[in-house]
């Protein structure tokens, strides 16, 4: 792995734009090939940090099992008598801390002597011409690349649709009392037309929770967070009310289809870019795994898509659907899934590699009125993957 300067090369086989997970991910595994491709990865960044958190559920391999820091057999959606509890031994709930993941990524890369990297520049313009992509940075250099990743953040418009916003604290309680392998997934605090408001609790040690307050917003709203807000819930639900903060984290996920970034043959766009997120769920750390896999397989050609795909996102889009027509009765379709799909039918689901029965049965849990009444709605049938 080396820095990149103008003597190095002018010209290589993959530019990855973005060393978030999207690009660190294709990257670790392009490098991993019998013969791999000469790869730049260009990143603002000059250093990487703890920016986030990935949470999903262990149902697809990938290169950075070594990072999970935690793992629950046992979630809970809702709270009280309402509140429904699953377990599953086979696929549990795990969490990798960004600075891991990283870390690991750059442990890999740096053994792949065909790996540049391009550390604190961006990409201010990319040129397909003569079968190439010309790529130029911010500090005035320029090189060729057959084929690129673009990885880079859509603009994300808070006008366009559904979004899903988190604050969330890391947190120590000395004295706090709390099943270790359980973690509540949403409970619901709000629903309606101001949108659904839940909060999410991780266990991390006998005395420490991530504790996130988050909303889902149709257009044009704005919730308003409060570090006091979360710590009232945490004292409410821990029982404890002496407290550490340890980390803050803030997020935005889109919860609608992003825009087309490229139509490019030698420009593809990936990870959140590329659509790789659910827009029902949020999750994307499954997805994106599972695109770089397909396309480090595929390489120097791009994957073809796959009808479930297609099918799965046409879901999203009903569901996000119904939750604009009632969002007050998102809590009951979530109880309603998580209480009478089996738990590794709805992991699988949710993780984006279902089966058709897995997808029958999620179907069959849901009302099938305020459904059929979305679905009609729907104003253009949902499009294939970009890639």
């Known amino acids: 792995?080396?820095?990149?300067?103008?003597?190095?090369?002018?010209?290589?086989?993959?530019?990855?734009?973005?060393?978030?997970?999207?690009?660190?991910?294709?990257?670790?595994?392009?490098?991993?090939?019998?013969?791999?491709?000469?790869?730049?990865?260009?990143?603002?960044?000059?250093?990487?940090?703890?920016?986030?958190?990935?949470?999903?559920?262990?149902?697809?391999p990938h290169p950075f099992i070594g990072c999970v820091s935690h793992r629950w057999p046992e979630w809970a959606v809702g709270s009280g008598p309402e509140s429904v509890v699953r377990r599953c031994d086979r696929f549990p709930y795990q969490r990798i801390p960004a600075d891991k993941l990283y870390c690991t990524a750059k442990t890999l890369l740096a053994q792949a002597p065909s790996v540049t990297w391009a550390l604190g520049q961006s990409v201010v313009a990319l040129h397909e011409s003569a079968g190439r992509v010309r790529v130029a940075l911010s500090d005035g250099n320029s090189f060729a690349a057959g084929r690129v990743y673009d990885s880079r953040p859509p603009e994300i418009k808070t006008a366009e649709g559904w979004r899903q916003i988190f604050t969330g604290m890391e947190i120590r309680c000395p004295g706090a009392r709390w099943n270790p392998e359980k973690v509540v997934?949403?409970?619901?605090?709000?629903?309606?037309?101001?949108?659904v408001r839940f909060f999410y609790i991780l266990p991390l040690s006998a005395d420490s929770f991530l504790v996130e307050d988050t909303w889902l917003c149709p257009a044009g709203k704005n919730p308003a967070f409060s570090e006091a807000g979360v710590l009232a819930y945490a004292t409410e639900r821990i029982g404890v009310s002496d407290w550490e903060i340890l980390h803050r984290e803030t997020g935005t996920i889109p919860m609608f289809a992003l825009p087309k970034v490229t139509s490019s043959g030698r420009i593809t766009a990936i990870g959140t870019r590329g659509g790789a997120v659910r827009s029902s769920s949020g999750y994307a750390f499954t997805c994106i795994q599972q695109e770089a896999d397909a396309l480090a397989a595929a390489y120097p050609h791009l994957p073809r898509g796959r009808a479930r795909n297609i099918f799965l996102r046409t879901m999203d889009a009903i569901f996000i659907k119904a939750i604009d027509q009632h969002p007050e009765r998102l809590p009951e379709y979530m109880r309603r899934l998580?209480?009478?799909?089996?738990?590794?039918?709805?992991?699988?689901f949710m993780e984006s590699c279902p089966t058709w029965l897995d997808c029958l049965a999620v179907m069959k849990a849901l009302p099938l009125g305020p459904f059929l009444v979305a679905a009609a709605s729907l104003r253009s049938p949902v499009k294939p993957a970009r890639s």
Request: overall charge positive; charged content about 25%; some cysteine.
């Open 338 to 348: 998580f209480h009478k799909v089996k738990s590794e039918r709805l992991i699988r």
């Open 185 to 195: 997934l949403m409970d619901f605090r709000q629903a309606n037309e101001n949108g």
């Open 1 to 60: 792995m080396r820095e990149a300067s103008p003597f190095v090369s002018s010209e290589y086989d993959v530019a990855i734009v973005g060393a978030g997970l999207a690009g660190l991910s294709l990257a670790v595994r392009l490098a991993a090939r019998p013969n791999p491709p000469r790869i730049l990865i260009i990143d603002p960044r000059t250093s990487h940090e703890r920016d986030r958190t990935w949470c999903s559920w262990s149902v697809h």
